[in-house]
Nanobody, 125 residues
């Protein structure tokens, strides 16, 4: 599975961005999908995840109520809608895919099998 993330950019605090991730392959619906982010000098952290059929979603406390993850299995796309952005949301955002055969947690990056290249999100104050 190859992942291509896009949609990052520069936005003012309080603004919105929509990130997209386009996984390749015909077995997209076999993977749970997640978004992680890494700010300069910090470790990569979990942001949000969505189950294979989109029935369950999971969020970090820091983004709950502001970000929404969704997927469209017919279009092989995953989205992260980010609203009320804050300067502390500035980071490189990565999408990741988690196989149904991989156990563990939606929240742990070590439990994801494939990663995209990242897209930069910068929120100015």
């Amino acid at each position: 599975v190859q992942l291509q993330a896009s949609g990052g950019g520069l936005v003012q605090a309080g603004g919105s961005l929509r990130l997209s991730c386009a996984p390749s392959g015909r077995t997209f619906s076999s993977y749970a999908m997640g978004w992680f982010r890494q700010a300069p000098g910090q470790e990569r952290e979990f942001v949000a995840a969505v189950s294979r059929r989109g029935l369950s979603t999971y969020y970090a406390d820091s983004v709950k109520g502001r970000f929404t993850i969704s997927r469209d299995n017919a279009k092989n796309m995953v989205y992260l809608e980010m609203n009320s952005l804050k300067p502390e949301d500035t980071a490189v955002y990565y999408c990741a895919a988690k196989s149904i055969y991989t156990g563990g947690s939606y929240y742990s990056e070590s439990d994801y099998d494939y990663w995209g290249q990242g897209t930069q999100v910068t929120v100015s104050s």
